[in-house]
Nanobody
Framework: QAQLVESGGGLVQAGASLRLSCTASGHTFNIYLMGWFRQAPGKEREFVANIDWSGGTTKYAGSVEGRFTISRDNGKSTVFLQMNNLKPEDTGVYYC?????????WGQGTQVTVSS
């Protein structure tokens, strides 16, 4: 079964950094658009960043641009999200997603908590 698994979340102080990873298995994702989303309790899931199949084109939500960097390693079927200067507003469950056009596949999520 096609699967995306996130890792790297945790509890950190404001201003700290984390790197999230998402590894794909059971299916080839190397030609798929891949993205990161996040959701805080009681709030809607929101877009964070995405990256095209080649890794040459990236997009970011305005709230994270300049602080977060998305990248991918197709040889390892993995996408990363480097998060710097974390703020309490970044707290939430982070999900990776992938698909040829729409996001057909989703991971289980990893919790990121930033204390103030």
């Amino acid at each position: 079964q096609a699967q995306l698994v996130e890792s790297g979340g945790g509890l950190v102080q404001a201003g700290a950094s984390l790197r999230l990873s998402c590894t794909a298995s059971g299916h080839t994702f190397n030609i798929y658009l891949m993205g990161w989303f996040r959701q805080a309790p009681g709030k809607e899931r929101e877009f964070v960043a995405n990256i095209d199949w080649s890794g040459g084109t990236t997009k970011y939500a305005g709230s994270v641009e300049g602080r977060f960097t998305i990248s991918r390693d197709n040889g390892k079927s993995t996408v990363f999200l480097q998060m710097n200067n974390l703020k309490p507003e970044d707290t939430g469950v982070y999900y990776c997603a992938a698909g040829p056009n729409k996001y057909d596949y989703w991971g289980q999520g990893t919790q990121v908590t930033v204390s103030s």
